[in-house]
């Protein structure tokens, strides 16, 4: 960077240079975004300024790194090259390992730690001009360290760094972080909670209402109380905390969430604090807000002694955050859940607190509404929400084995909050329409776990309670999000890689490719060159899988929408992702085979069933997957299905207490006005599923592929044994499918390998 030298004003008109004092006004040990390098890299720097009258000679002062640096031994320090450094002129190094002192920037042979030595030293290694040691005090990322301005013996350090600048008013030190002596968790006794902080003086705010403490200001008095002893803590809580200390930087903001089950059961209808109506669409009308645990449920006799149970059966996320963010009527993104982007994604503290006491995780993160229709509080008042994990509220990623299945990454950048909509308690159709009697709370998550497992990668899921400021909201389902970040996690490279679509609009990159895509599926496929070229940027594997995914599932509400798609750039071809599969299962009839959706994954499809060889390849697919001990057979759905169903049946009934009165009590839509529960609609519709459904829905879905002469009669011969060990003596017997009536042919069989078929369609000869 040419800019930098000439920023330090190292050259000066005059040759007379003077050795003078020289000294590290500011250093930066932990890098991430001040100051980039020549090379566009972050690395530490340190500066160092000239603050007397003269130029001084720059060549042999050293700086180094070791406590022990000896000028006989080269590698214990780094000689500055010959330079000048103007009167009042500073000089940034980059402590970049680099070893480089060109025309343009320096780069010290050493890099700076979190706490570790510095010097500068004169040319003859007599004088420690300035030096840090044994350790200098521990340092942030990108909180810079040094000269307190007007001082010459003070430090401080910086939040806003000034590499070649003088140096703006900083702070002396960190407050240390609050402890409290009792972790988050679920409790069933009172308990006294002490809050304490280890630096002398400092004074400890903290609030019970989900808003961030604070001493305030001129403006404004304190948010919360100042604590002066410990806290009794008898019902569900949330606690947030931060010391603070004149001169010095405050703590971060600490959140500690405790439930106790007995309290959550009774949460009633009247909450203080909170409103009594949601804003509608727009801004515009009102709906009643409701928070109640329904006594219809909760004390039932079939359900009251599994209250606990329910509630203990999951994970609980407990979000808090200011009641404003939520609740404004002007700017609460609960008020307003139709605005979306970033100016309408508020700060909040997410908690995963696991019942047995398993580690969890608090984080601090941004957090939006989510979703389509759901947003509308006339649909659904249960909206879903987005974690956004940033470096200006925490950690720019959640750390974390947040997902149960080992193909899933432990790191991430969102995940979505689903609260349901389709097919939920909630939904705004009438009963007998009949979402809210089909509501299963699995469907999106078994198709998520069906793609995985027919050999692709796919986003996972799983269930969880949701909290928002100690208030229970009912039964969630977190999920990644099939954008550019969860490519670079799963496919690899980086996310500035991939372009990645939801539904059509790009999310991450931009369309050029996608539009490309069907530029080459609208040419005659039936024609292979044109087929070759389709081939060299779509995932035909992949995509085929997805589409007989979606076809057997007879999703509904598809493929016009709720749908993702991204391919790397650099050679990688593109993917298709199931989402939001709430309308798969509805009928055992449903037909999709034949959608055809311009710019939609339906219409590629069907382009590439003009392609003779495709429509071969597609049977061979829908073999692996409908027959034998297929992803997709009987045994299997069913199998994958109760797996599914069974992390939420006892779960439920808290949902239950909590939204299955919803359309009858607080906001009708539609009749008959049912109390929902899981013994009664959920149990119906599961038992309708494995009873009447999945054994019927492989047999029909084969029949609509034969019909659209997209699998051929008879299908593919069948093995007597379909794998496995055999004895060496054991004859292996292949048949063809079917009736007496079934036309008969022969039957070519290799044992290489190979494929008994050539590609012109004609037997292998050594077949």
């Known amino acids: 960077m040419k800019s930098i030298l000439l920023l330090l004003a190292m050259m000066i008109a005059s040759p007379m240079m003077v050795n003078a004092q020289l000294v590290i006004s500011e250093f930066l040990a932990i890098n991430d975004s001040i100051n980039q390098d020549g090379d566009g890299g972050f690395s530490d720097w340190i500066e160092i300024h000239n603050p007397t009258e003269n130029a001084v000679a720059l060549e042999g002062f050293v700086l180094t790194d070791d406590p022990e640096f000896d000028l006989g031994e080269a590698d214990t320090f780094w000689r500055l090259p010959a330079g000048q450094l103007a009167a009042g002129g500073y000089l940034i190094v980059f402590a970049s390992g680099k070893d480089r002192s060109g025309s343009e920037e320096w780069h010290a042979d050493f890099s700076l730690g979190e706490s570790e030595y510095l010097a500068l030293v004169t040319p003859d290694g007599l004088t420690k001009l300035t030096e840090f040691g044994p350790d200098y005090p521990r340092q942030r990322t990108d909180i810079s360290y040094g000269l307190k301005p007007g001082t010459v013996d003070q430090w401080q350090y910086f939040k806003a760094p000034t590499p070649g600048k003088a140096n703006n008013s900083g702070f002396d030190g960190f407050v240390a972080d609050t402890k409290f002596s009792v972790d988050r968790g679920f409790h069933r006794e009172p308990f006294q909670l002490e809050i304490t902080t280890a630096t002398e003086g400092a004074t400890i705010y903290y609030t019970t209402d989900g808003r961030t403490p604070s001493k305030g200001n001129i403006f404004s008095g304190p948010i919360g109380a100042i604590y002066d002893g410990p806290i009794t803590v008898d019902a569900t809580a949330v606690i947030r905390a931060v010391a603070l200390k004149t001169g010095f930087e405050s703590t971060n903001v600490d959140t500690h969430t405790y439930i106790f089950v007995e309290d959550v059961i009774r949460q009633s209808a009247d909450q203080e604090g909170w409103p009594t109506e949601w804003l509608g669409d727009g801004?515009?009308?009102?709906?009643?807000?409701?928070?109640?645990?329904?006594?219809?449920?909760?004390?039932?006799?079939?359900?009251?002694?599994?209250?606990?149970?329910?509630?203990?059966?999951?994970?609980?996320?407990?979000?808090?955050?200011?009641?404003?963010?939520?609740?404004?009527?002007?700017?609460?993104?609960?008020?307003?859940?139709?605005?979306?982007?970033?100016?309408?994604?508020?700060?909040?503290?997410?908690?995963?607190?696991?019942?047995?006491?398993?580690?969890?995780?608090?984080?601090?993160?941004?957090?939006?509404?989510?979703?389509?229709?759901?947003?509308?509080?006339?649909?659904?008042?249960?909206?879903?929400?987005?974690?956004?994990?940033?470096?200006?509220?925490?950690?720019?990623?959640?750390?974390?084995?947040?997902?149960?299945?080992?193909?899933?990454?432990?790191?991430?950048?969102?995940?979505?909050?689903?609260?349901?909509?389709?097919?939920?308690?909630?939904?705004?159709?009438?009963?007998?329409?009949?979402?809210?009697?089909?509501?299963?709370?699995?469907?999106?998550?078994?198709?998520?776990?069906?793609?995985?497992?027919?050999?692709?990668?796919?986003?996972?899921?799983?269930?969880?309670?949701?909290?928002?400021?100690?208030?229970?909201?009912?039964?969630?389902?977190?999920?990644?999000?099939?954008?550019?970040?969860?490519?670079?996690?799963?496919?690899?490279?980086?996310?500035?890689?991939?372009?990645?679509?939801?539904?059509?609009e790009a999310k991450d990159g931009d369309l050029v490719a996608y539009n490309d895509l069907f530029d080459r599926a609208r040419k005659d496929l039936a024609d292979q060159a044109n087929y070759d070229a389709l081939t060299e940027v779509l995932d035909i594997e992949g995509f085929t899988d997805y589409m007989i995914l979606n076809q057997y599932g007879g999703n509904l509400d598809w493929d016009h929408h709720n749908w993702y798609a991204m391919r790397n750039r650099n050679g990688g071809k593109w993917r298709f992702f199931a989402w939001d599969s709430e309308f798969f299962f509805i009928d055992v009839e449903d037909n999709v085979i034949t959608d055809d959706n311009a710019r939609n994954p339906s219409e590629i499809f069907q382009e590439l069933v003009k392609n003779e060889d495709y429509v071969r390849y597609l049977g061979d697919r829908i073999q692996k997957h409908l027959f034998n001990d297929g992803v997709l057979t009987e045994a299997a759905v069913l199998e994958s299905w109760e797996k599914r169903s069974a992390d939420v049946e006892l779960a439920l009934v808290g949902e239950s207490a909590r939204w299955g009165d919803y359309r009858r009590d607080v906001h009708s839509r539609g009749t008959p006005l049912l109390l929902l529960t899981r013994d009664g609609a959920w149990m119906d519709e599961r038992n309708r599923l494995l009873n009447d459904y999945f054994p019927k829905r492989n047999e029909e879905v084969i029949k609509q592929y034969r019909r659209l002469n997209l699998y051929p009669i008879p299908g593919a011969p069948e093995f007597q044994q379909h794998g496995g060990s055999v004895n060496p003596d054991a004859e292996v017997k292949v048949s063809i499918p079917g009736s007496i009536f079934t036309p008969r042919g022969d039957i070519y069989i290799t044992t290489d390998g190979s494929d008994p078929r050539k590609e012109d369609g004609s037997p292998n000869p050594a077949a």
């Open 283 to 504: 801004g515009n009308g009102t709906f009643p807000a409701d928070y109640e645990m329904d006594p219809e449920v909760t004390e039932d006799p079939a359900y009251k002694d599994l209250m606990d149970d329910a509630l203990l059966a999951l994970p609980s996320l407990s979000l808090v955050t200011d009641p404003d963010h939520l609740f404004s009527t002007r700017d609460g993104i609960y008020q307003r859940p139709q605005q979306s982007g970033p100016d309408w994604e508020r700060p909040v503290s997410a908690e995963l607190i696991h019942p047995d006491g398993t580690r969890g995780f608090q984080i601090d993160a941004g957090v939006r509404i989510q979703g389509g229709h759901t947003r509308e509080p006339a649909k659904n008042p249960k909206h879903s929400f987005r974690l956004l994990f940033k470096k200006e509220y925490g950690a720019a990623k959640l750390n974390y084995r947040f997902f149960e299945e080992d193909s899933a990454v432990a790191e991430f950048d969102t995940l979505i909050l689903r609260g349901g909509g389709n097919q939920s308690w909630l939904h705004h159709n009438t009963f007998l329409g009949d979402n809210r009697g089909r509501a299963q709370y699995v469907r999106d998550q078994w198709a998520k776990d069906a793609q995985r497992a027919m050999g692709h990668p796919g986003a996972h899921n799983r269930m969880v309670h949701l909290y928002i400021n100690g208030l229970y909201w009912g039964l969630y389902n977190p999920t990644e999000r099939p954008t550019a970040a969860f490519g670079e996690s799963y496919l690899g490279g980086v996310k500035e890689d991939y372009d990645a679509l939801n539904s059509g």
